[in-house]
């Protein structure tokens, strides 16, 4: 029971962090159509929620336990190791999803010929 509460605080966590890491794009607005600007922004988000945070932080936990397992069998507390592998798999994970989404909706925008500051 431990262990699934550690890893479901751990999915608590990376959850804020991700929201919280998910800045908006700065968009220069000089020039541009708000209705046209607004329907953009609007496709672009769609496409970057199309890259799936659930499942990369669920490989990147079990890919953790296990690497954490076997570091902690070395040490006799095979599940400390493997809780402990599960959250640091899991929130690289999720870091690198979040950091792939922003990189989807920024080159939408500039795709679409906006001035993307950020």
Same mark, same amino acid.
């Given at each position: 029971?431990? /262990? &699934?509460?550690? *890893? !479901?605080?751990?999915? *608590?966590? *990376?959850?804020?962090?991700?929201?919280?890491?998910?800045?908006?794009?700065? %968009? $220069?607005?000089?020039?541009?159509?708000?209705?046209? !600007?607004?329907?953009?922004?609007? $496709?672009?988000?769609?496409?970057?929620?199309?890259?799936?945070?659930?499942?990369?932080?669920?490989?990147?936990?079990?890919?953790?336990? %296990?690497?954490?397992?076997?570091?902690?069998?070395?040490?006799? $507390?095979?599940?400390?190791?493997?809780?402990?592998? &599960?959250?640091?798999?899991?929130? /690289?994970?999720?870091?690198?999803?979040?950091? $792939?989404?922003?990189?989807? !909706?920024?080159?939408?925008?500039?795709?679409?010929?906006?001035? %993307? *500051?950020?």
């Amino acid at each position: 029971m431990n /262990r &699934a509460k550690t *890893l !479901f605080t751990a999915s *608590l966590m *990376l959850t804020i962090i991700a929201c919280a890491a998910h800045p908006d794009p700065i %968009v $220069d607005m000089k020039g541009v159509n708000p209705e046209l !600007f607004s329907q953009d922004w609007e $496709d672009c988000e769609g496409y970057s929620e199309q890259i799936a945070m659930g499942k990369g932080v669920a490989k990147g936990a079990g890919a953790g336990a %296990v690497v954490g397992a076997v570091g902690g069998a070395i040490h006799d $507390d095979v599940g400390r190791g493997a809780a402990s592998g &599960a959250l640091i798999g899991a929130t /690289r994970s999720g870091l690198t999803a979040d950091r $792939d989404k922003q990189q989807v !909706f920024k080159r939408c925008l500039r795709g679409r010929g906006y001035r %993307v *500051l950020n």
